[in-house]
């Protein structure tokens, strides 16, 4: 029993090395091999292009009749089973993610990603107007000093208890 246990932890242990064991049965002169598969990670899997993304989803619904919805770092909804690897055939960027929607006008879906300081978002279907954007993500340092905006006082006086706003 310990053998298979420790056969079992060195599989966990070492996905990617194909072990094989030789053990003995309660026969004396029997044995049987214990095989464990290569298991892929994701970094042994190809990771498509931001562009590819959406010929993937579209050959997807073609088959499926829905779009995958695809969480950051390639994991997929608790509704999902599988990888992204084996439904769209490689791993999309870990920082990508898919949302998909269906409203009055039709099902779409939209890919947002990070890309040199930018966040984007590309929309498809019938809402892909106003599903595509992209904005600099903001970087520097938050200021310490407390900023006095005077158009939000109505009065006067700067002292905020005797000021209605």
């Known amino acids: 029993m310990r053998k298979y246990v420790f056969i079992l932890l ?5 996905p990617s090395i194909v072990l094989s064991q030789v053990a003995s049965t309660s026969t004396p002169n029997a044995t049987s091999a214990v095989v464990v598969e290569e298991v892929n990670t994701i970094e042994d899997i190809s990771t498509m292009s931001y562009e590819e993304i959406a010929p993937a989803e579209e050959e997807y619904f073609a088959k499926q009749g829905k779009y995958l919805q695809v969480l950051a770092g390639n994991r997929l909804p608790h509704y999902e089973r599988g990888t992204v690897a084996q439904k769209l055939g490689q791993n999309i960027p870990a920082d990508a993610h898919v949302d ?22 590309v929309g498809y279907g019938p809402e892909a107007k106003t599903l595509t954007y992209s904005y600099k993500i903001q970087t520097g340092e938050a200021s310490t000093t407390p900023q006095i905006i005077p158009e939000l006082f109505t009065g006067t006086s700067t002292n905020a208890t005797s000021t209605s706003l």
């Open 100 to 121: 998909i929607y269906e409203g009055p006008h039709g099902k779409g879906f939209m890919i947002r990603y990070t890309k040199d300081g930018m966040v984007y978002s």
């Open 10 to 14: 060195a599989a966990i242990a070492f």
